[in-house]
């Protein structure tokens, strides 16, 4: 059975930082691209960052470029998302996302087929 567990959000004020945890089980990790997705309430999913554990290779969208930061422990089997100078529209559901292949927005989430729980991240001013 695969599982991805994230853990990690909560209640932060505006500058602050958080980090996401990602566990994953079930699948060879390494053989994986790990995303996170977000969704604000009365939004679309949308991207934030991926890590293909195959070759490093990372994405991230417009909005996390230059503050988070994603990366992974192979022996954890986890991946992280490490968030610097949070901003309130930065507030979502998180989602931790796994496929054979790398993506990044992707037309149609419903191609992506191993999602976590997702975890809420609020950041207030």
């Known amino acids: 059975e695969v599982q991805l567990v994230e853990s990690g959000g909560g209640l932060v004020q505006a500058g602050g930082s958080a980090r996401l945890s990602c566990k994953v089980s079930?699948?060879?990790?390494?053989?994986?691209?790990i995303g996170w997705v977000r969704q604000a309430p009365g939004k679309e999913r949308e991207g934030v960052s991926c890590?293909?554990?195959?070759?490093?290779?990372?994405y991230y969208s417009t909005a996390a470029r230059g503050r988070f930061t994603t990366y992974a422990d192979s022996a954890e089997q986890t991946v992280y998302l490490e968030m610097k100078n949070l901003e309130p529209a930065d507030t979502a559901v998180y989602f931790c996302?796994?496929?054979?292949?790398?993506?990044?927005?992707?037309?149609?989430?419903?191609?992506?087929?191993?999602w976590g729980q997702g975890i809420q991240v609020t950041v207030s001013t």
């Open positions: 890590l293909n554990n195959r070759d490093g290779q990372t």
């Open positions: 079930g699948i060879t990790f390494d053989r994986y691209a």
């Open positions: 996302a796994a496929d054979t292949q790398f993506f990044a927005q992707p037309a149609n989430w419903g191609w992506i087929p191993h």
